[in-house]
């Protein structure tokens, strides 16, 4: 379990990287369908099927979207400049994140160590959430009762994006 | 049913109100043209009564769902309101009434406007959520709504760099969103609840674990982007001019409190627990903002764009006497923050109408507007002696508070500081009110007129208020108005006993 | 845009029909099986997406299929809206779950949650198609 | 040290915000820093040997995973897609007036 977990993640972060770095879009968005349909089987393997459902087809959506994107639009990334900027900033990223991976690194060891439950909200979803919702799939009991009112704010977030789109591809902003 | 209970059930209407009038927009736009009009603002009206009525209440405590807490742990999601959600919803359905009368005639120059109407209710829909919600990814989900309508709005143009600066926004506003939930994993994984009150009572003795002390920067960095705070505040003097005006005045009047100031001020000090190096470092980035938003507004000429810069040095103010953490530069903040939404939002109303009118936002084409434009040089004049801190203005009071509280905890340096760049906002301001509305009438502009009468009207009302706030600080307003909010930063972490009680 | 083959406009119909009717089972079981609201609706979309690539509708149709979703979206939150205020309207809790219990594992039973997941259905598909309705007919207005 | 590889993907993500001048590049990174913390909060509800949080029959004993951080994660998920539908736009917007997807090209927008 634990190996196939690993396995998965490393898969992922090169297919991260690939996207990242790919100098065809078409190809960039390709690898990020990897890291996408990756994080799928993690869902798999750590016991969410709920999520692996949705990450599936939220995934393919994406794809089709940037795709579509690309496809009318262009798919060359433009040239990479050598230039004392960008060399700098580079070298200022790295730094950076150097930095901020060993600060992860010392603070994730002090979390609760992994596959043991730390429950406090959720240790009544579990004994008690079939009782008192009467839904079976504990997932949904949780974002459409004890938890409802996010499930309120996502659809607002999804219905303010279709809004959103809806402004920002008019092809005329103001009047005359 | 007392009084109190009846109150409690107005706390979801003030999410469940604007939301409902979003989707009524688009289910009855086709009927008539004036009907997201007539929503939208009676909406936003009742909104303020309502918040009105809430003055004096007692602390809210509401279970959505009626899930009681089991053995003490909450299960579902609270709705909390106290005396600093309270100063916050008066700021954000006040101003956003006000912009809203404004929009009735401003918006005409643009297409689709009930479409604006729509993500108006929603950007004050997900402020007021964010405000009043107890729960921390409750608070995220909400923020995301108002950021999401809020870049759509600053698009609402479409012109190709309303267009870029809304991307620019929009990736760093992501970006922010991805800090603050890396932030609640973390707190999830080493406390399994998401209750603010049930955080920090298991939080109580570990704000100096590593994981906990990651987490605030974490939360510092997240939140600091949203509320444009001076490392992280590049999005800011781009997105806040590109927006239409009365957005402006709700970006930089509201918003950048709400999803960024509040919802720091609000996890740190009630939940987590400030430390002294957290509070040592808010003072440095309060004192950066201050002195650099200052120095940059000083070199624009775009009238927005200046005034675009000047919020990031107010807001250092805020941060100033916020961090400061004694009760007196608590008040200063906290006034402060209630004054700038109003002179702000006056200024940022001024230049969609100097842009109404003459179509041009850039200082050196104008000139002479008080010969033409009496209403709208009238209000600049006050809002921009407001925001110099000049008396009798509210803008005086609060920094005279934040530069007493100062000197109070010994800080000379961050007092003088504060005084230095009270002197330049004075000295930039009087560059807007040279070059735009006093001397000769520029060539081209001679055939101007004042703007229509509901423009003029929301100008002249948050004058109005400009020039009284500083009555607030008179015993009697002050205990209904400002203390309530004060005595919730200054008893910092007994929030928690209240709200579980 | 012009569509396709008429092989493809044929098996597209019935796999279309056949996505439609397994979204809807998502959605209606989602209480009891995983799945759910948002899963069903994002398929459900998916067969109408592929209904409109497939088969081509000329953009003037398309336009008003993009205002009748972006109208069914509304409605869709709206339904999800009066759900959630019943309850405080019957005087007791925002988003309370005022129906039965029923019967544990029973496709009538959840109280609110299979009305829940309806109505997000039917919001999520229709946001989704009219995003997707939009995008392509950006594409037509492209003036470069 | 599980959660290691989660803020590796987060920092890959970051760096290809921080360096990469192509708008649709920026959108890419974006979605995997949410992916990143997907997969963090996946982790965090984890239990060794336990069952996928779906009740099968009344009176078994209650060994299921911790069902709140997928709740967390499908609400985000839908959040995340909002977002990238959004940029995706806006970006079809900016190359419909520049012309270009790279940001050096485009008058103002530096970072």
């Not at chain 1, 690309?70 to 060359?76: D, F």
């Not at chain 2, 912009?99 to 120059?109: E, G, P, R, T």
């Not at chain 2, 930039?428 to 009207?457: H, N, W």
Request: charged content about 15%; aromatic content about 10%.
């Amino acid at each position: 379990m634990f190996v196939i977990l690993v396995l998965l993640m490393i898969l992922m972060i090169a297919g991260a990287v690939v996207a990242i770095q790919s100098k065809d879009l078409l190809s960039a968005v390709i690898s990020m369908g990897i890291v996408g349909f990756g994080l799928t089987l993690v869902f798999l393997v750590l016991q969410a099927p709920d999520l692996a459902i949705v990450q599936i087809v939220v995934e393919t959506l994406t794809l089709i979207i940037l795709i579509a994107a690309i496809l009318k639009t262009t798919m060359k990334e433009s040239k990479a400049e050598k230039s004392a900027v960008v060399i700098y900033s580079a070298a200022a990223t790295v730094i950076l994140l150097i930095i901020l991976l060993s600060v992860f690194g010392n603070t994730f060891k002090d979390l609760p160590d992994w596959g043991c439950e730390n429950l406090r909200m959720s240790k009544y979803y579990i004994e008690q959430g079939l009782e008192k919702t009467g839904a079976e799939n504990l997932v949904d009991a949780v974002i459409l009762d004890f938890r409802a009112y996010d499930t309120l704010g996502e659809a607002t977030v999804l219905f303010t994006a279709v809004m959103g789109i809806l402004a920002v591809l008019r092809s005329k902003g103001r009047k005359k | 049913m007392n009084s109190s209970s009846v109150a409690q059930y107005l706390l979801p209407v003030l999410v469940a109100l604007p939301l409902g009038g979003a989707l009524l927009i688009q289910l009855l736009k086709k009927i008539s043209k004036l009907t997201s009009d007539i929503i939208a603002n009676s909406i936003l009206l009742v909104l303020v009564v309502l918040v009105f009525s809430l003055l004096n209440s007692p602390m809210l405590v509401y279970k959505v769902g009626g899930w009681m807490p089991v053995k003490g742990v909450p299960i579902g999601i609270y709705l909390v309101l106290d005396g600093l959600s309270l100063l916050l919803l008066i700021i954000i359905n006040t101003i956003g009434l006000i912009s809203l009368i404004f929009s009735i005639s401003y918006m005409k120059k643009f297409t689709n406007k009930p479409l604006y109407y729509t993500l108006f209710l929603l950007m004050i829909a997900g402020m007021n959520g964010v405000v009043i919600s107890g729960d921390l990814f409750n608070i995220y989900v909400f923020l995301e709504v108002a950021a999401i309508a809020s870049y759509s709005l600053v698009a609402f143009g479409t012109e190709a760099d309303e267009l870029e600066a809304a991307f620019k926004y929009q990736v760093m506003g992501t970006v922010a969103s991805a800090f603050i939930l890396l932030g609640i994993v973390i707190i999830y994984s080493t406390t399994g609840t998401l209750n603010l009150a049930d955080i920090g009572r298991v939080l109580k003795d570990k704000a100096t674990e590593a994981p906990i002390i990651l987490t605030g920067i974490l939360f510092l960095v997240g939140f600091g982007l949203k509320g444009a705070m001076m490392p992280f505040h590049a999005w800011l003097p781009d997105a806040h001019p590109s927006a239409p005006a009365p957005i402006s005045a709700m970006l930089s009047g509201v918003l950048i409190k709400a999803i960024g100031i509040y919802a720091l001020v609000r996890i740190m000090f009630n939940v987590i627990g400030v430390t002294p190096i957290f509070s040592n470092m808010m003072l440095c980035i309060s004192a950066i903002s201050m002195t650099a938003g200052v120095f940059l507004a000083f070199a624009q000429w775009d009238f927005k764009r200046l005034l675009a810069y000047h919020s990031i040095s107010q807001m250092g103010y805020v941060m100033l006497g916020i961090s400061l953490y004694t009760p007196l530069g608590i008040l200063g903040g906290l006034f402060h923050m209630l004054n700038h939404s109003v002179f702000k939002s006056l200024l940022f109303l001024n230049s969609g109408a100097v842009v109404y009118g003459t179509g041009s936002r850039q200082l050196k084409r104008l000139g002479g507007l008080n010969q033409k434009m009496p209403v709208t040089g009238g209000t600049c004049l006050v809002a921009s002696m407001s925001i110099a801190g000049l008396p009798p203005f509210n803008g005086f009071w609060s920094k005279l508070i934040i530069i007493m509280a100062c000197i109070q905890s010994d800080h000379f340096f961050l007092a003088a500081l504060a005084v230095l760049v009270s002197i330049m906002t004075l000295v930039s301001f009087l560059k807007v009110q040279r070059y735009a509305f006093f001397g000769s009438l520029k060539q081209g502009l001679t055939d101007i007129k004042e703007v229509p009468f509901a423009m003029c009207f929301s100008m002249i009302l948050l004058a109005f208020l400009c020039t009284i706030m500083g009555a607030l600080l008179f015993p009697g307003l002050k205990e209904i108005f400002i203390d309530p909010a004060v005595n919730t930063l200054v008893n910092g972490r007994e929030y928690i006993s209240l709200v579980l009680k | 845009m012009k569509g396709m083959t008429e092989i493809v406009k044929t098996v597209s119909k019935l796999l279309a029909g056949l996505i439609f009717f397994y979204g809807i089972y998502i959605v209606l079981f989602g209480h009891l099986t995983p799945g759910g609201g948002f899963a069903g609706g994002v398929i459900i979309s998916g067969a109408f997406i592929l209904l409109i690539v497939a088969n081509g509708i000329d953009e003037e149709k398309l336009r008003g299929e993009k205002e009748k979703a972006v109208s069914l979206a509304s409605l869709g939150i709206f339904l999800f809206w009066i759900i959630s205020i019943i309850g405080l309207c019957m005087g007791t809790f925002f988003f309370l779950n005022f129906l039965g219990k029923g019967r544990p594992l029973n496709i009538f039973s959840g109280g609110t949650i299979p009305l829940c997941n309806i109505a997000i259905g039917i919001e999520v598909s229709a946001a989704l198609c009219s995003i997707v309705i939009a995008f392509i007919l950006v594409k037509k207005g492209d003036k470069k | 040290m599980i959660y290691l590889p989660c803020g590796l993907l987060f920092l890959v993500g970051l760096s290809g915000i921080l360096l990469k001048r192509n708008l649709i590049k920026i959108v890419i990174s974006l979605t995997i820093i949410e992916y990143s913390l997907f997969m963090f909060l996946a982790l965090v509800g984890y239990k060794q040997n336990a069952l996928p949080p779906i009740v099968k029959s009344v009176t078994e004993e209650a060994n299921y995973v911790d069902p709140l951080p997928q709740a967390l994660v499908l609400t985000a998920i839908v959040i995340g897609l909002a977002t990238t539908a959004l940029l995706v736009a806006l970006a079809v917007r900016i190359y419909e007036k520049y012309g270009t997807f790279d940001i050096r090209e485009i008058r103002r927008l530096k970072g």
